[in-house]
């Protein structure tokens, strides 16, 4: 190779280097609002317009911080939306309003639809689900503001959880099973306390509770409502938890013979306090819905907590 072609090759190496770190560059400097402006017309149905531009008024939060963007309309309706960051410095986009969900990938300064990532399967779950019926269906897709995770419910009566690991949805099923008892309830949930894993312990707590409360009430901090979920009294008073990691120990104990409560969990702090919370529980019961709208076999019973006793 003569001077002037190993001239050449290094004026083209120089360049792809540069295209490729301007690319990257460009791919991070991508916010929500970013997103928010170049996502689809199908992105906004039934909201009052189908272009972003005509929806910023609208625009109630805007947290580029944790990557989530909300509406809110007159009506009380509200249409949210957020991303996951890709390893090769592409965006995963979520939207979800009034029942519908919809996941878009960014990529290359496009926007386009996708079913992957564990995204097709998550559908195929919801269609195969108990609580789904022959007539009227409908699902609450919570938009993650904080963390990776996401919960969704169908008819108000089955919620499902979703991991996001290695860039894939991955549900969690720990619970709850076609049989399932108090007492599997409270050792599944003392479990997941114990792991300080607040997506597990979701698993075992009404899911029109989580969806009112954890999503609405606390904007979707489940660390801040599971803390005050499992508050209790000590001697001093008022007492809970700041964040799981500060429970030393929880456990279960099942005392049939107690008047006032048979199920209590016992909360030990590493601050040396302890406590114990009375979960208070609720049956949930999934019937065959018939075409005439009544109930047909009774399908599934499942114990939730929802809340304290007291």
């Not at 072609?5 to 290094?10: C, D, E, R, S, Y």
């Not at 499992?230 to 049939?256: F, Q, S």
């Not at 114990?276 to 499942?302: D, H, K, M, Q």
């Amino acid at each position: 190779m003569n001077p002037r072609q190993t001239f050449v090759m290094l004026v083209l190496l120089v360049v792809t280097m540069f295209g490729a770190t301007s690319s990257a560059v460009a791919q991070e400097q991508v916010n929500v609002k970013t997103l928010f402006d170049m996502l689809p017309a199908d992105a906004f149905l039934l909201l009052p317009s189908d272009n972003p531009g005509g929806l910023e008024k609208y625009i109630k939060v805007c947290d580029y911080r944790n990557g989530y963007l909300r509406l809110e309309f007159e009506d009380q309706g509200s249409w949210e939306m957020c991303y996951w960051n890709l390893k090769n410095g592409d965006k995963l986009v979520a939207t979800s309003c009034a029942g519908f969900f919809s996941f878009y990938l960014y990529s290359d300064g496009k926007m386009t639809p996708t079913w992957n990532f564990g995204i097709e399967e998550m559908y195929s779950a919801i269609e195969e689900s108990i609580a789904m019926n022959c007539c009227d269906n409908w699902t609450l897709f919570h938009v993650p503001r904080r963390g990776t995770s996401v919960y969704l419910t169908i008819n108000g009566l089955e919620a499902q959880v979703y991991k996001w690991q290695n860039e894939t949805f991955v549900r969690l099923n720990e619970y709850p099973t076609r049989n399932s008892t108090h007492r599997q309830l409270l050792n599944g949930f003392v479990g997941a306390l114990n792991a300080g894993d607040t997506d597990r312990c979701l698993q075992y707590i009404l899911p029109t509770y989580v969806s009112e409360q954890c999503m609405g009430l606390f904007e979707g901090n489940k660390e801040q409502f599971l803390c005050e979920l499992i508050a209790g009294e000590d001697e001093t008073g008022h007492v809970k938890p700041a964040k799981l990691n500060d429970i030393k120990k929880a456990t279960y104990r099942y005392t049939p013979d107690d008047g006032f409560a048979n199920h209590t969990v016992l909360i030990e702090l590493k601050n040396g306090s302890s406590y114990t919370f009375y979960p208070s529980l609720e049956t949930v019961e999934i019937f065959e819905l018939l075409p005439g709208g009544e109930n047909g076999e009774l399908l599934r019973t499942t114990p939730y907590i929802v809340g304290a006793v007291g």
